[in-house]
């Protein structure tokens, strides 16, 4: 699965797979097109307590999610929350508490009942950024994994809420065309 992936790849025009990983140059138009991209993150929970609670001196025990968005991630923040990580389309919790990706064939019911599946190379968490790490699929949408470690992102739903660092940051291969996006 792997080697097809790879193949697939390198099909694809470059600039439009780099392009739709975070950079801090602009976006080309190239990027827009390749826009949904999926990050495994490791999260911390933000705990907020209530006014009566007595202070937790508990440090809060970190998860693993997906997080899903639509759109590169750049172009997903909107001015008013500039200072803030973006929060993706869609999320999932994988793992409570947090389980490393490396290693491990993950397969977790998603939103909607999509199936997600990802498989990170062991050894994977010492590449430096940007390095070939594994594979994913969303229903039939596949992605191709590449080791992050510094893209934030913001965690929430209706129990929990967090910060997050994307470990892995997944690329559609089939750019612009993945039908599994809501």
Known sequence: MLLKMLTTLSVLLFSSLVTAFPLDAPLSISAAASGKNIYLVTCTPRVKNSDDAPPTTTPPIPFTAIAYFKEPLSNNTSPDESTKAPKPDQNVVVANPAVPWEGVRWSV?????????AEIAVGAETQAKG????????DAAEYVCF?????????KDDDLRGNCVADYWCANLAAGKDESSS
């Open 147 to 155: 080791k992050d470690g510094e893209t934030q992102v913001r965690y």
């Open 109 to 117: 019911k998603a939103w909607r009942n999509k199936i997600f599946t």
């Open 131 to 138: 390095s070939i790490s594994g594979s994913a699929k969303l």
